[in-house]
């Protein structure tokens, strides 16, 4: 079982950036797809970016395409979201998490493990 840990989030102004990590610990991830949810006060958990198992392959909401970029470093088993050019609407407790399946999904349904979750808080 893999055990993931996110960091990074905070408070920041609109148009600012923030760069999330996600640690992952207890065997390699390296076989596994990865992505960044978020879930704001009173909505459901929505899917942000995903990246492939060898991080060749993104795939973005639209409503952050062009903003965030997702990555992963296979060696160091980490993967990170840098988000620039944040809005308030962005405000989200963040959630790294991982899927077995072989094709990348962008349903919260098709991820087996999860992170605590980082907050991320934009202001206007």
């Known amino acids: 079982q893999v055990q993931l840990v996110e960091s990074g989030g905070g408070l920041v102004q609109a148009g600012g950036s923030l760069r999330l990590s996600c640690a992952a610990s207890?065997?390699?991830?390296?076989?596994?797809?990865m992505g960044w949810f978020r879930q704001a006060p009173g909505k459901e958990r929505e899917f942000v970016a995903a990246?492939?198992?060898?991080?060749?392959?993104?795939y973005y909401a639209d409503s952050v395409k062009g903003r965030f970029t997702i990555s992963r470093d296979n060696a160091k088993n980490t993967v990170h979201l840098q988000m620039n050019s944040l809005k308030p609407e962005d405000t989200a407790v963040y959630y790294c998490?991982?899927?077995?399946?072989?094709?990348?999904?962008?349903?919260?349904?098709?991820?087996?493990?999860w992170g605590q979750g980082t907050q991320v808080t934009v202001s206007s």
């Open positions: 998490a991982g899927s077995y399946l072989t094709a990348v999904s962008t349903s919260d349904g098709g991820y087996a493990y």
């Open positions: 207890g065997r390699t991830f390296s076989t596994d797809a």
């Open positions: 990246v492939s198992r060898g991080g060749r392959t993104t």
